[in-house]
């Protein structure tokens, strides 16, 4: 059953779509435009007759029997569904749909930004609760990120070498004018 209504509800319908568009036959265009609307509208009122209705006897096969019905050159069953009952239906509610619509959108995109930034919030603090508590490589690295980024921020743009960095040197050797800051550190002792 499933796949005779996948092959003859949706498949069929979507291929004889694709030879309207393709044809530009206005004609076959807007009848297979009413059967898809006709067809959501079945889909989504299935969706709760078969919690109530499924276990009526031949309700899958009633349903078929409808899906075949809507596509019969000879009954029409989508156009006339539509003009009888959808178009009127639509035409006079068709702004307090538009209405609604729009206020779903609005509240839709304020809902993704505000559990975007929850979400972007509890990651953070999930990252510095893992670094408080000493979690091994990813402390570390964070860090060494974070005196760097600390040593750039001052404006220390001398020291290039992280301060838990130091640089041995020999006494042959002339010290590097970058490294000052760290070889004085360990030279101090000495003064």
């Known amino acids: 059953l499933f796949f005779s209504r996948l092959i003859f509800g949706t498949l069929y ?22 059967y898809w609307i006709i067809f959501a509208l079945f889909t989504t009122a299935e969706t709760f007759t078969d ?7 031949f309700y899958y096969e009633l349903k078929i029997a409808f899906v075949a ?15 009888k ?11 307090e749909i538009d209405d609604c619509l729009v206020q779903a959108k ?21 990252a510095v609760m893992a670094a408080s508590k000493g979690q091994g490589a990813l402390s570390e690295r964070l860090r ?3 005196m760097q980024d600390l040593s750039t921020i001052r404006g220390d743009s001398s020291s290039t070498v992280p301060p838990s960095v130091t640089v041995r040197t020999s006494s042959k050797q002339s010290q590097p004018k970058t490294s000052r800051s760290a070889s004085e550190g360990t030279g101090s002792s000495g003064r």
């Open 85 to 95: 009952f959808v178009h009127p239906t639509l035409s006079s509610k068709e702004k």
């Open 69 to 83: 019905w809507l596509l019969s050159p000879y009954t029409k069953g989508s156009s006339l569904l539509y003009r």
């Open 13 to 34: 319908p979507a291929y004889y779509s694709y030879k309207a568009v393709k044809s530009k036959d206005i004609k076959e265009y807007v009848k297979w435009m009413m």
């Open 144 to 146: 060494s990120f974070s």
């Open 106 to 126: 609005d509240r839709s995109y304020d809902a993704l930004v505000h559990f975007g930034k929850r979400g972007l919030n509890v990651a953070a603090t999930a």
């Open 51 to 57: 919690i109530f209705l499924c276990w009526f006897p």
